[in-house]
């Protein structure tokens, strides 16, 4: 624990360093407190000791650690700069489909903040199948479509060596409505159901053709992830603050990675901030990682996330990703609400 000066000068000092991005010395703490500069530089040194603050070489001034960060998010950000409030992210996801909004999300997100965001949709086995359609186009080529609880849709063509009997068509689409409207993607009643006995052969063949359009919605799974803004992490006045940043692209072309990473948002109750090291993952060990889940009241089903320098409006990231994480919370629970 630190004494209310020192708090006092810390807070100074991240604050200065994350406006400037330049080392700060005494004289400009000295504008805006009481005590002399000897005593203020005699704190420095006592949160330097600490490894609250670091002391460039090359500049009388501080900066903050990692440590310093640390302790400026948990115990120097005002509480009622932490606490929920009305969100002021203006998303407007109401009406649109769970893909367009999760872009949305993350579109708006990278730029309020000005960071790399990412945003993960809620899983495929949460969703359920709410409408088949199954379309003759031709005489050999028809469509399916397969419309989602979450307001996905996947469309598959299908050609086929020869004709397609119209009512056979028709007959699918009743069936497959009948049968598999309510079921979870991932549920094995689903492939069950597309397999019954007491169909005929050319019924129970014409739906083997067409089942690979339903396994395709679960296989396509992991590609629910949105990433945006990473050229923001590339300018030229960020450099300093990343490290290797082929390690961050790396990591970003390999969702898994990442979303594993991420997943540990899941289980915390409010806004989660890892700041450099914190970050078990070595392409995120000179960044700072703020991130929040949504979901439903039962079940978090996705995360949102900011990734930034070190150097980060730490205020901001929280309040962002928190109304993000709110509204995306809202427009699930709508969605699910209408299964």
Known sequence: MLSARQELVLRKVVEEYLEAGSPVGSKALAVDVRWGASTIRNELANLEELGLLAHPHTSAGRVPTEAGYRYFVDRLLPEHDLEPRPPRLSLSLVRREVDEAMRVTTETLSQVTNLLAIVTAPPIDTSTIRHVEVLLLQPQVLMVVVITSTGGVTKRLFTFADPVDPGLADWSASYLNERLVGLGLGARMLQKRLHDPSLSRSESDFLEALSPVFTDLEDGAPDSLYVEGTSR????????????????????????????????????????????????????????????GYGLPQRRLGTVSVIGPLRMDYRHAI?????????????????????
């Open 233 to 292: 992490l590339l300018r030229d006045d960020r450099l300093g603050d990343v490290s290797d940043l082929n390690s961050l692209m790396d990591m970003l072309e390999r969702r898994v990675t990442l979303l594993g990473v991420l997943q540990v948002a899941l289980t915390e109750r409010d806004v989660l901030v890892r700041i450099g090291a914190e970050n078990q993952a070595p392409a995120l060990r000179s960044l700072a990682l703020v991130a929040a």
């Open 319 to 339: 309040h962002a990703v928190r109304d993000a994480a709110a509204q995306l919370s809202s427009f699930i629970g709508e969605i699910y609400d209408e299964r």
